[in-house]
């Protein structure tokens, strides 16, 4: 078996046990931070099935493409370290009031 496998195994796996459990912890907070954490490991694991479909050729996702670069994957890969830092940066908000 591939590396390339084993390593996307272990992230839809991990990524799918993690949103689970981000799913059950979002109905018993409604702080933002906490939220946006949430929201982030869910885009996460969304860019892991996207990624996996693709490998598999089910899907292709647009061939639009800036400097080079494909603007879906750059967006998947960046909203969900955009949510983490918004969300570090409201805790960090919070705990100096």
């Known amino acids: 078996m591939s590396p390339d496998i084993i390593f996307l195994l272990v992230d839809l796996s991990l990524g799918a046990i993690g949103t689970f459990l981000g799913i059950l912890l979002w109905s018993l907070t409604r702080e933002s931070a906490w939220m946006l954490m949430i ?38 890969r960046g909203t969900a370290w955009l949510l983490i830092m918004i969300s570090f940066a409201i805790m960090i908000r919070h705990n100096r009031t």
Request: net charge negative; charged share 10%.
């Open 39 to 76: 929201i982030a490991v869910i885009v996460h694991f969304g860019e892991t099935v996207f990624r996996v479909l693709t490998e598999i050729g089910i899907f292709t996702f647009g061939h639009v493409s800036f400097l080079g670069v494909p603007v879906f994957w750059v967006a998947m």
